[in-house]
């Protein structure tokens, strides 16, 4: 992990303190903002390879305007929302604003360090699979541009979270074929001990971004006592 940059944005200087000691020993560059205006600054001069949030900022939801701005300009930079925000609709908004993970406070600081640790793992193995010329996936109405991380349907841009995106990218590179939940928790996000119940959180939330009715899916088809499909006639 070493001198890998983390911007972490939050207008309580406890935590911002609390994080940069936490990670002060790892070799990461902590960088800190307390406001929606300086970190949107400083990610505009230096390439981060992750983004903490606080949700709250200045106003109740900042955050969730920052992570859509984020998201929209670096679409595979992991985000992860420290929040003292714990209603469940205040974790899915977080979610579908374009955060990969949502950590509630006060939380522990070795949760944390394991959550990014992990996190930037996973990110660093994404950036090596990227090649250096623009490649492109496209299966039926759908195309994902694997060079800026982008998915299309009938040429419409759609904004997706990393975690959205790369569910998306592995149904399109193996259409029709069923698949256990199992199977693509280990496939997707490379892990064998994670909730199962995650795929169908990002499985419904895909249904409401490509579905026409996601009531009545026509694509990401549920295969009973199996799994899901990606199925293009």
């Given at each position: 992990m070493k001198n890998q940059k983390i911007l972490v944005v939050d207008d309580d200087p406890i935590i911002?303190?609390?994080?940069?000691?936490?990670?002060?020993?790892?070799?990461?560059?902590?960088?800190?903002?307390?406001?929606?205006?300086?970190?949107?600054?400083?990610?505009?001069?230096i390439s981060f390879d992750?983004?903490?949030?606080?949700?709250?900022?200045?106003?109740?939801?900042?955050?969730y305007?920052?992570?859509?701005?984020?998201?929209?300009?670096?679409?595979?930079?992991?985000?992860?929302?420290?929040?003292?925000?714990?209603?469940?609709?205040?974790?899915?908004?977080?979610l579908e604003t374009?955060?990969?993970?949502?950590?509630?406070?006060?939380?522990?600081?070795?949760?944390?360090?394991?959550?990014?640790?992990?996190?930037?793992?996973?990110?660093q193995t994404i950036k090596k699979d990227l090649k250096p010329v623009a490649e492109k996936v496209n299966v039926g109405?759908?195309?994902?541009?694997?060079?800026?991380?982008?998915?299309?349907?009938?040429?419409?841009?759609i904004e997706m979270s990393s975690k959205e995106a790369n569910l998306m990218l592995f149904f399109m590179e193996n259409p029709n074929q069923v698949f256990s939940k199992e199977q693509i928790l280990l496939n997707v996000w490379n892990d064998q001990s994670g909730e199962a119940n995650l795929v169908k959180v990002y499985i419904n939330y895909l249904r409401n971004k490509i579905e026409d009715d996601p009531k009545k899916p026509e694509f990401l088809k549920t295969i009973w006592g199996i799994g899901y499909s990606f199925t293009i006639n």
């Open positions: 911002r303190k609390l994080t940069w000691r936490a990670f002060q020993s790892t070799g990461l560059l902590i960088y800190q903002a307390d406001s929606i205006d300086s970190a949107i600054d400083i990610s505009s001069r992750l983004f903490l949030l606080d949700v709250g900022l200045t106003y109740e939801n900042d955050g305007y920052l992570a859509q701005h984020l998201r929209e300009h670096f679409p595979l930079t992991p985000i992860i929302f420290l929040s003292g925000k714990t209603e469940e609709q205040d974790i899915i908004t977080g374009g955060a990969d993970y949502y950590i509630t406070k006060p939380f522990s600081i070795d949760y944390l360090k394991a959550q990014v640790t992990s996190t930037l793992n996973r990110y109405p759908f195309q994902f541009d694997k060079k800026t991380f982008s998915f299309y349907k009938n040429e419409d841009k």
